[in-house]
Each structure stands twice: as structure tokens, then as C-alpha cells.
């Protein structure tokens, strides 16, 4: 018997399977019997059809086979396609809350940027074990209470590699009351009016990053610089001066291109990748450069590839440059700043942090800082310029030559002379 083999791409690569590798058995008769038959695979993976005999005639034949390959490549286009979500069996489910969510308009609105770990918030709920030994995701969405979601938030904080997630637990409740209020809206009849994950008590730890000093930022820059790491010492100095997020500096969203482009060759291209805003920074003025330091060190700084900051390996083979893992790098540094005896807070983020604080030492306005930071609004601007003893030096300084320029006596004058009137008119 002849066998007829399903095609991928139809009728024309099935002639030419036809046409080379045919496979036969004669039957009693002395004929030629023809079949068709999907693949194992397609077996596999749930294939309605089955094989089919086809009869002698080989025209016949090829015209069924043809037939029923357009069959099958309809069924394995209708099985990679997505399907109704509200027709599956977790249908009202936490799990199919979740993803309803992740299909709606509200999702459309978190950035490219936070969406892993949205997602791995959404993990770590869905994935967390119950008494009866399933998940939680399995769960219909009407049996999560208050009651539960206090116990969740309690374990969700016991970590494996350190003592307490407080911050990840607090993302998972806050992500998982933002899913369930979006979807309420839509499946009114199907989850919940009141959101369990609202009202949840959630624990806030005191500390805050401790800004690096503009000594400590460039400090830390010469102890990777010992340390061998040429390219990772440029991002203390990036994050200090630009203020840019140092993941985006690490996972090489910062390029060659960026600095120095042709069409604005005295100026550095920022994109905070949070926000999505554009910052174009001027290099220099006509009083001389902005960041004297940086520039110079970039262009000395080898160029291994089209990101700014990777990661040279090293070795007999020649291989090429990659960017730095995220944990890699903390890592490093830790090490680099031990070595140097710096002190524990100094991180790439605390340099960031650094560098807006010197904004508002500088006396810059809100604008100004926003201009500079990439920040949309005053109030996640003011998070990052923290208060320092420079700017209550200014402050006072500002309001002792207030007093001392007679604003002050002005002021009572006029203040006696409005109560004067006062008292008259009464």
C-alpha cells in the first residue's frame, strides 16, 4: 500500500512527497493500494482524523489526500490559535481572572518594563499551594475572602533564601487587587464586588535608599575600576550624573548610538524606560562641558559592542561581549566595595538616588529637576531629592538675609498700619 503523507504546506509538497520516497504494497490482486494517514505528532497532539484508505486509482486518491490535508492544516492552524478564554474549563477561576486581566484594555497600559514582574507576582499567587494539595489559581474566584487573602499575604512573606519578602509580598496583594477590580467591572455576575485583596494590612519597612554623596558615587566608579571592571565602573557615574535607572545602564538600553549621535554630537540620548520619557541631555555649554568626568572616561572607555557597559570575557577563545546579568552585577559591586572598604548602602541605585539629591541641593526648581530626571510628575520627582543639610543650610542662609534686609520690619509696618485702619473703621 501507497502512502499518501500529509502536508504541511498542502497539495504542492505533497505531490512532491508523491513523487520521490513512495512507499508501496501490492495487493493480492497484483494493484496498488493507496492510504493517507496524519502524522504521529499530530496523533500526539489530539488529531481527530485517522487514517484512511484511498482506494486504487491514483488520481482519486490524490485529490482525497489533497482534501483531507487541507483539513488537517485547518486543524493545526485552530490549535495554535488562541480560544475563548471564557470557554475553558478554569472559566471563573483565580487563574482565569488573572488572565482575563492580562487581555484587557488595563493591561495595555503597564509599561513593556514592569510587566515581568507583574507577571511574577501573579506567579507566586496563582502557584501557592492550598491544604487540599492544587493551587490556588484553581480556586473559584468567589471562594477567595478577606479571611483568606491575610493568610496569603502571611505566607507569600516566607522566603527560602531570606527570612522575609515583605516588598514582594506587598507587589503580589497590590497586583492582585488591581486584576480583581478590572475584572469585576467586566464579569459583574462572576467575581466578586468586594475585593478581598483590598483592605489587606500591608507591612512597610522604614528604611529608604541612603543617597551616595558625589565623593562616594566616584568612589565606588575607581573600585570596579581596580576591580577590573572597566565598562561596569562607567554606571555609578551614568546613574549619578544622568540619573538613569541603573537596569537599563546594566541590561544595555544605553548605547554607542545614544551618545554623541551624528545628528547631535554634544548631546547623550536618556530613555527611562519606566516612563518611556525621552531626555535629551546637552554635553556642553559654551562655558565648557556639563560632565567633564563622564565624557571623558566614555571616550576612553573600549567599545565592545553596540550597548556601552558588557561584559568582557575572558579566555584563550575569543568570544564575544555580553551584557551583564542583573544579580551578576550587584554581585560585583558588593565585592568591588568591600575591597575598597566603601560603606554597605553605596549601590548603583543609591547613586541615582545621589544624584537628584544633588538637583535640590543645586537649588533647582521642580522643573528643573523633572527636566533632567525624566520624572512626568513633581510628586515621583520629590521621592528621589531627599532633604539634606546643604539645602537647610541654604534655606536658613535665604531666610537670615531676609531678616537682615528689613523685609521683616517692612512687614510689621505694614501689618500695624492695616490694624490701625482696622480698629478706625470699627
Same mark, same amino acid.
Given at each position: 500500500?501507497?502512502?499518501?503523507? *500529509?502536508?504541511?504546506?498542502?497539495?504542492?509538497?505533497? +505531490?512532491?512527497?508523491?513523487?520521490?520516497?513512495?512507499?508501496?504494497?501490492?495487493?493480492?490482486?497484483?494493484?496498488?493500494?493507496?492510504?493517507? =494517514?496524519?502524522?504521529?505528532?499530530?496523533?500526539?497532539?489530539?488529531? *481527530?482524523?485517522?487514517?484512511?484508505?484511498?482506494?486504487?486509482?491514483?488520481?482519486?486518491?490524490?485529490? %482525497?489526500?489533497?482534501? &483531507? !490535508?487541507?483539513?488537517?492544516?485547518?486543524? +493545526?492552524?485552530?490549535?495554535?490559535?488562541?480560544?475563548? &478564554?471564557?470557554?475553558?474549563?478554569?472559566?471563573?477561576?483565580? @487563574?482565569?481572572?488573572?488572565? /482575563?486581566?492580562?487581555? =484587557? +484594555?488595563?493591561?495595555?497600559?503597564? =509599561?513593556?518594563?514592569? +510587566?515581568? #514582574?507583574?507577571?511574577?507576582?501573579?506567579?507566586?499567587?496563582?502557584?501557592?499551594?492550598?491544604?487540599?494539595?492544587?493551587?490556588?489559581?484553581?480556586?473559584?474566584?468567589?471562594?477567595?475572602?478577606? @479571611?483568606?487573602?491575610?493568610?496569603?499575604?502571611?505566607?507569600?512573606?516566607?522566603?527560602?533564601?531570606?527570612?522575609?519578602?515583605?516588598?514582594?509580598?506587598?507587589?503580589?496583594?497590590? /497586583?492582585?487587587? /488591581?486584576?480583581?477590580?478590572?475584572?469585576? /467591572?467586566?464579569?459583574?455576575?462572576?467575581?466578586?464586588?468586594? !475585593?478581598?485583596?483590598?483592605?489587606?494590612?500591608?507591612?512597610?519597612?522604614?528604611?529608604?535608599?541612603?543617597?551616595?554623596? @558625589?565623593?562616594?558615587?566616584?568612589?565606588?566608579?575607581?573600585?570596579?575600576?581596580?576591580?577590573?571592571?572597566?565598562?561596569?565602573?562607567?554606571?555609578?557615574?551614568?546613574?549619578?550624573?544622568?540619573?538613569?535607572?541603573?537596569? !537599563?545602564?546594566?541590561?544595555?538600553?544605553?548605547?554607542?548610538? $545614544?551618545?554623541?549621535?551624528?545628528? %547631535?554630537? $554634544?548631546?547623550?540620548?536618556?530613555?527611562?524606560?519606566?516612563?518611556?520619557?525621552?531626555?535629551?541631555?546637552?554635553?556642553?555649554?559654551? $562655558?565648557?562641558?556639563?560632565?567633564?568626568?563622564?565624557?571623558?572616561?566614555?571616550?576612553?572607555?573600549?567599545?565592545?559592542?553596540?550597548?556601552?557597559?558588557?561584559?568582557?570575557?575572558?579566555?584563550?577563545? *575569543?568570544?564575544?561581549?555580553?551584557?551583564?546579568?542583573?544579580? $551578576?552585577?550587584?554581585?560585583?559591586? @558588593? %565585592?568591588?566595595?568591600?575591597?575598597?572598604?566603601?560603606?554597605?548602602?553605596?549601590?548603583?541605585?543609591?547613586?541615582?538616588?545621589?544624584?537628584?539629591?544633588?538637583?535640590?541641593?543645586?537649588?533647582?526648581? #521642580?522643573?528643573?529637576?523633572?527636566?533632567?530626571?525624566?520624572?512626568?510628575?513633581?510628586?515621583?520627582?520629590?521621592?528621589?531629592?531627599?532633604?539634606?543639610?546643604?539645602?537647610?543650610?541654604?534655606?536658613?542662609?535665604?531666610?537670615?538675609?531676609?531678616?537682615?534686609?528689613? =523685609?521683616?520690619?517692612?512687614?510689621?509696618?505694614?501689618?500695624?498700619? !492695616?490694624?490701625?485702619?482696622?480698629?478706625?473703621? #470699627?
Amino acid at each position: 500500500m501507497k502512502t499518501l503523507s *500529509p502536508s504541511v504546506c498542502g497539495e504542492t509538497i505533497l +505531490r512532491e512527497v508523491l513523487g520521490s520516497e513512495e512507499m508501496e504494497k501490492r495487493l493480492k490482486d497484483g494493484g496498488i493500494g493507496y492510504y493517507w =494517514s496524519p502524522n504521529k505528532r499530530d496523533y500526539a497532539n489530539g488529531c *481527530p482524523m485517522r487514517r484512511e484508505a484511498l482506494g486504487t486509482n491514483y488520481a482519486i486518491a490524490i485529490e %482525497r489526500a489533497g482534501l &483531507l !490535508n487541507r483539513h488537517l492544516d485547518a486543524w +493545526r492552524k485552530g490549535r495554535d490559535a488562541p480560544k475563548d &478564554l471564557d470557554l475553558t474549563p478554569d472559566f471563573g477561576s483565580l @487563574r482565569w481572572l488573572v488572565e /482575563r486581566y492580562k487581555r =484587557s +484594555r488595563a493591561w495595555e497600559k503597564v =509599561s513593556e518594563r514592569s +510587566r515581568p #514582574e507583574y507577571e511574577r507576582a501573579f506567579k507566586l499567587v496563582l502557584d501557592y499551594p492550598t491544604k487540599t494539595g492544587g493551587t490556588l489559581g484553581r480556586l473559584p474566584a468567589n471562594s477567595m475572602s478577606g @479571611r483568606a487573602a491575610d493568610k496569603l499575604y502571611v505566607g507569600l512573606q516566607k522566603g527560602k533564601r531570606v527570612e522575609r519578602r515583605g516588598r514582594q509580598a506587598n507587589i503580589c496583594i497590590v /497586583r492582585m487587587a /488591581r486584576a480583581w477590580d478590572t475584572v469585576q /467591572r467586566l464579569y459583574p455576575k462572576v467575581v466578586p464586588a468586594e !475585593n478581598p485583596f483590598r483592605g489587606v494590612e500591608l507591612d512597610h519597612g522604614k528604611g529608604t535608599t541612603r543617597p551616595a554623596t @558625589r565623593d562616594e558615587a566616584y568612589a565606588l566608579h575607581e573600585a570596579l575600576k581596580v576591580a577590573g571592571l572597566p565598562h561596569l565602573a562607567a554606571v555609578p557615574l551614568i546613574c549619578f550624573e544622568w540619573h538613569q535607572r541603573p537596569e !537599563n545602564v546594566i541590561e544595555g538600553h544605553l548605547t554607542w548610538s $545614544d551618545y554623541r549621535p551624528a545628528e %547631535r554630537p $554634544d548631546a547623550v540620548r536618556i530613555v527611562h524606560h519606566k516612563t518611556g520619557e525621552l531626555v535629551w541631555l546637552p554635553l556642553s555649554d559654551e $562655558d565648557g562641558p556639563l560632565f567633564p568626568e563622564l565624557t571623558a572616561y566614555l571616550d576612553s572607555l573600549e567599545r565592545l559592542g553596540v550597548p556601552i557597559v558588557l561584559l568582557k570575557p575572558r579566555g584563550k577563545k *575569543p568570544k564575544p561581549a555580553r551584557p551583564f546579568k542583573l544579580r $551578576d552585577a550587584r554581585t560585583r559591586v @558588593r %565585592r568591588a566595595a568591600k575591597k575598597a572598604e566603601l560603606p554597605a548602602h553605596l549601590t548603583f541605585a543609591a547613586c541615582r538616588h545621589g544624584g537628584l539629591t544633588e538637583l535640590g541641593d543645586a537649588e533647582l526648581t #521642580e522643573l528643573g529637576v523633572m527636566a533632567l530626571s525624566g520624572h512626568r510628575t513633581p510628586e515621583a520627582a520629590r521621592l528621589y531629592v531627599k532633604r539634606t543639610e546643604t539645602q537647610r543650610m541654604i534655606a536658613a542662609r535665604k531666610r537670615r538675609a531676609w531678616v537682615e534686609s528689613g =523685609s521683616n520690619d517692612e512687614r510689621s509696618e505694614a501689618e500695624s498700619q !492695616n490694624g490701625a485702619a482696622a480698629q478706625k473703621s #470699627e
